[in-house]
């Protein structure tokens, strides 16, 4: 995982920067465990698609996609 993916899970799934607690990591591990489930889509679709549209713009895939590119990996 990126930390660009990282960073992205922690500004739509843990507002107000507090880290992530307990319920959160818990739906985190779900969500990645079964990440072809339709529940999970949604979880990891939601961190790509910050503004909310219900889609992702070609930049936000460019970025998503450089980002693994280059090895960014944590």
């Known amino acids: ?3 660009l993916a ?4 922690f ?5 107000g920067g ?5 319920p959160a990591f818990c739906t985190f ?8 489930h339709p529940a ?7 961190v790509l698609d910050l503004q909310g549209r219900g889609y992702l713009a070609p930049v ?3 970025v998503l996609v450089a ?3 280059v090895g960014a990996f944590v």
């Not at 507090?18 to 307990?22: E, Q």
């Not at 591990?29 to 072809?36: K, Q």
């Open 1 to 3: 995982m990126t930390r």
């Open 6 to 9: 990282i960073d992205r899970i």
């Open 11 to 15: 500004a739509q799934h843990c507002p």
């Open 18 to 22: 507090s880290g992530m607690d307990f």
């Open 29 to 36: 591990c779900a969500a990645w465990e079964a990440r072809h």
């Open 40 to 46: 999970a889509v949604r979880y990891f679709f939601a």
């Open 60 to 62: 936000r895939k460019t």
């Open 67 to 69: 980002s693994v590119d």
